[in-house]
């Protein structure tokens, strides 16, 4: 029996029935791992020993009749930009590439007491914007055609998902970097509501609008991962206090009666022709179903994109301000052409992007009082295709409309789920937390550049990058 496209759930049913073992699972797909990711390139780093040594100790806990969750000897693979202890976490870059975590992000945490079976860590674009050719470790590639990207920055979970690796991995997203590879891998990933998962201690990108959260086959697996990984964290600051609902429960309510809001406007113009009649065929089965599709105007892409670029930018410069000024040879062309005109942003753009993100926010919780859901495309286009000669994509039109199509909801910080089939993004309102960030969300105190210069790391040497309070 092959494990490599089981989903978590199937994974769970089949343990129930002692038909698949954790150590069986963990096994073949180590061996498919070994067997093909020389091309694709998904993991910077496998950990078969530890894998196999967790997923001992689940089967042994499962065959006593005990199981702590829903991801108990279920293998998943974590984004090299969060930090695991004792196990190099380099964000795919020279700057980090000795640094070693003393202690586990609070995600790890819990997926460890969760009995999840830790694979490896997966290759991203350099500190989460890319992708560059010239890193110590080449860019994932996409599984349905090797010559082509796999979205990103969340590379290697949207690979390693999609080519069977492992069934569930825990990327970032700031502006699209789940949605990106879940789109143009035909998998599921779920940008989950600001605060709803803890940052600590992982490397940040944008301190006020970055999210973690998972990358499965389907909507199933993702409520089950997000059951596990969900929950307050006193030590992150953007982490918001309110009780996690049982996700999975919440798969069973019928759709009949469920009002959608279409924002078609924003794919009307510049998509790929194919995504138009998907997404009209998966609304027709929608409203099949039951579901009431009504069309809603909401601001243009440009502005969502000009708000979040300019948030972004500023907050990329203050990350990265002591490295580039002090190593910037070590830095990816592409981070490095990116991050330095952050240097110029004023305050007072700064300032008002903010209150602008503000405005978009609310346009959306408006419109969300009056639907369930708002749905429209997840991606205007294909995979790009890997070439490192390529133009930076950002400066590329179609692409550039691609990388906006997803800044839209990342603007408003509402949890934005994409789906395998029709290329579809779903915007809902999460009914247990605030619409609104609270201002302290604005100032997340984390340290910058605090790694050695071409040493490995000790408990003792150089504190996390992540987010994490005073």
Same mark, same amino acid.
């Given at each position: 029996?092959?494990?490599?496209?089981?989903?978590?759930?199937?994974?769970?049913?089949?343990?129930?029935?002692?038909?698949?073992?954790?150590?069986?699972?963990?096994?073949?797909?180590?061996?498919?791992?070994?067997?093909?990711?020389?091309?694709?390139?998904?993991?910077?780093?496998?950990?078969?020993?530890?894998?196999?040594?967790?997923?001992?100790? @689940?089967?042994?806990?499962?065959?006593?009749?005990?199981?702590?969750?829903?991801?108990?000897?279920?293998?998943?693979?974590?984004?090299?930009?969060?930090?695991?202890?004792?196990?190099?976490?380099?964000?795919?870059?020279?700057?980090?590439?000795?640094?070693?975590?003393?202690?586990?992000?609070?995600?790890?945490?819990?997926?460890?007491?969760?009995?999840?079976?830790?694979?490896?860590?997966?290759?991203?674009?350099?500190?989460?914007?890319?992708?560059?050719?010239?890193?110590?470790?080449?860019?994932?590639?996409?599984?349905?055609?090797?010559?082509?990207?796999?979205?990103?920055?969340?590379?290697?979970?949207?690979?390693?998902?999609?080519?069977?690796?492992?069934?569930?991995?825990?990327?970032?997203?700031?502006?699209?970097?789940?949605?990106?590879?879940? @789109?143009?891998?035909?998998?599921?990933?779920?940008?989950?509501?600001?605060?709803?998962?803890?940052?600590?201690?992982?490397?940040?990108?944008?301190?006020?609008?970055?999210?973690?959260?998972?990358?499965?086959?389907?909507?199933?697996?993702?409520?089950?991962? *997000?059951?596990?990984?969900?929950?307050?964290?006193?030590?992150?600051?953007?982490?918001?206090?309110?009780?996690?609902?049982?996700?999975?429960?919440?798969?069973?309510?019928?759709?009949?009666?469920?009002?959608?809001?279409?924002?078609?406007?924003?794919?009307?113009?510049?998509?790929?022709?194919?995504?138009?009649?998907?997404?009209?065929?998966?609304?027709?089965?929608?409203?099949?179903?039951?579901?009431?599709?009504?069309?809603?105007?909401?601001?243009?892409?440009?502005?969502?994109?000009?708000?979040?670029?300019?948030?972004?930018?500023?907050?990329?410069?203050?990350?990265?301000?002591?490295?580039?000024?002090?190593?910037?040879?070590?830095?990816?062309?592409?981070?490095?052409?990116?991050?330095?005109?952050?240097? *110029?942003?004023?305050?007072?753009?700064?300032?008002?992007?903010?209150?602008?993100?503000?405005?978009?926010?609310?346009?959306?919780?408006?419109? *969300?009082?009056?639907?369930?859901?708002?749905?429209?495309?997840?991606?205007?286009?294909?995979?790009?295709?890997?070439?490192?000669?390529?133009?930076?994509?950002?400066?590329?039109?179609?692409?550039?409309?691609?990388?906006?199509?997803?800044?839209?909801?990342?603007?408003?910080?509402?949890?934005?789920?994409?789906?395998?089939?029709?290329?579809?993004?779903?915007?809902?309102?999460?009914?247990?937390?605030?619409?609104?960030?609270?201002?302290?969300?604005?100032?997340?105190?984390?340290?910058?550049?605090?790694?050695?210069?071409?040493?490995?790391?000790?408990?003792?040497?150089?504190?996390?990058?992540?987010?994490?309070?005073?």
């Amino acid at each position: 029996m092959d494990p490599a496209f089981f989903t978590i759930a199937e994974l769970n049913r089949l343990y129930d029935q002692r038909e698949l073992s954790p150590v069986e699972v963990a096994q073949a797909l180590l061996d498919r791992i070994g067997a093909y990711d020389g091309e694709l390139h998904s993991f910077i780093r496998v950990t078969p020993e530890m894998a196999l040594a967790e997923a001992r100790a @689940a089967e042994q806990e499962l065959t006593a009749g005990r199981r702590r969750g829903p991801l108990y000897g279920v293998p998943y693979a974590l984004k090299d930009i969060i930090e695991t202890g004792g196990i190099p976490t380099t964000g795919h870059s020279k700057l980090c590439q000795d640094y070693v975590p003393a202690a586990d992000a609070h995600l790890v945490t819990l997926l460890r007491a969760g009995g999840a079976v830790l694979m490896g860590k997966l290759a991203t674009w350099e500190f989460a914007l890319g992708p560059s050719w010239d890193l110590p470790w080449p860019p994932a590639r996409n599984p349905w055609n090797f010559d082509t990207l796999p979205g990103g920055s969340s590379s290697g979970a949207g690979a390693a998902v999609a080519a069977g690796f492992v069934p569930g991995a825990v990327g970032t997203d700031t502006g699209g970097s789940i949605r990106g590879p879940a @789109a143009v891998c035909g998998i599921a990933g779920l940008k989950p509501t600001y605060g709803r998962v803890s940052r600590r201690v992982v490397f940040p990108n944008t301190f006020t609008m970055d999210h973690c959260g998972p990358l499965t086959r389907g909507a199933e697996d993702i409520a089950l991962f *997000l059951q596990v990984i969900a929950g307050f964290d006193p030590e992150d600051p953007g982490s918001e206090d309110t009780p996690v609902p049982d996700y999975a429960a919440a798969l069973s309510r019928r759709i009949e009666g469920l009002r959608l809001g279409l924002v078609e406007h924003w794919y009307a113009s510049g998509a790929h022709p194919d995504l138009m009649p998907a997404i009209s065929a998966a609304v027709e089965v929608l409203r099949g179903l039951g579901a009431v599709v009504e069309p809603v105007q909401l601001s243009s892409l440009r502005d969502y994109t000009d708000c979040k670029t300019t948030i972004s930018i500023a907050e990329l410069y203050a990350i990265h301000e002591r490295d580039l000024k002090t190593r910037p040879q070590d830095f990816g062309r592409i981070l490095r052409n990116r991050v330095l005109p952050g240097a *110029l942003i004023r305050a007072e753009d700064y300032v008002q992007a903010l209150r602008w993100r503000t405005v978009l926010a609310r346009e959306q919780a408006l419109a *969300l009082k009056r639907y369930d859901a708002l749905l429209t495309a997840g991606a205007l286009g294909g995979a790009d295709p890997a070439d490192p000669n390529r133009p930076d994509r950002l400066r590329q039109r179609a692409q550039h409309h691609d990388a906006v199509q997803r800044r839209r909801a990342a603007s408003a910080r509402h949890p934005v789920r994409v789906q395998p089939r029709g290329g579809a993004a779903v915007v809902v309102a999460d009914r247990h937390r605030p619409v609104f960030p609270r201002p302290r969300y604005y100032a997340s105190p984390m340290p910058i550049s605090r790694r050695p210069t071409g040493t490995a790391a000790t408990p003792t040497s150089p504190e996390p990058r992540g987010h994490h309070a005073n």
